[in-house]
Nanobody, 123 residues
Framework: QVQLVESGGGLVQAGGSLRLSCAAS????????MAWFRQAPGKERVFVAA????????SYADSVKGRFTISRDNAKNTVYLQMNSLKPDDTAKYYC????????????????WGQGTQVTVSS
């Protein structure tokens, strides 16, 4: 079992940057594929980015390509989301999630979730 704790959210002006972290418990973190999702008030949870267990493969939503970068440090049991050139539309609660057997963009395919960290981008 994996427990996930996100951090790094906050309030930032448009054009600014934030780095989110997701710390995982357990000795098997390196075997999990990881992803970030986000959910704005009244909207569905949507895919942002994902990274395979070995960091050999990454995937991004079109809306964040070129601005966000997902990475992981298996020695620290942590996955990161570097967010640059933030826009007001990026405002949401950001969640990290874990699963095995490949990166996918569908929330229900993930087995473990953190509690989320709020990101607010002002215009």
């Amino acid at each position: 079992q994996v427990q996930l704790v996100e951090s790094g959210g906050g309030l930032v002006q448009a054009g600014g940057s934030l780095r989110l972290s997701c710390a995982a418990s357990g000795r098997t973190f390196s075997s999990y594929d990881m992803a970030w999702f986000r959910q704005a008030p009244g909207k569905e949870r949507v895919f942002v980015a994902a990274i395979s267990w070995s960091a050999g493969s990454t995937s991004y939503a079109d809306s964040v390509k070129g601005r966000f970068t997902i990475s992981r440090d298996n020695a620290k049991n942590t996955v990161y989301l570097q967010m640059n050139s933030l826009k007001p539309d990026d405002t949401a609660k950001y969640y990290c999630a874990a699963r095995r057997q490949g990166v996918v963009a569908v929330p229900r395919r993930y087995d473990y979730w953190g509690q989320g960290t709020q990101v607010t981008v002002s215009s």
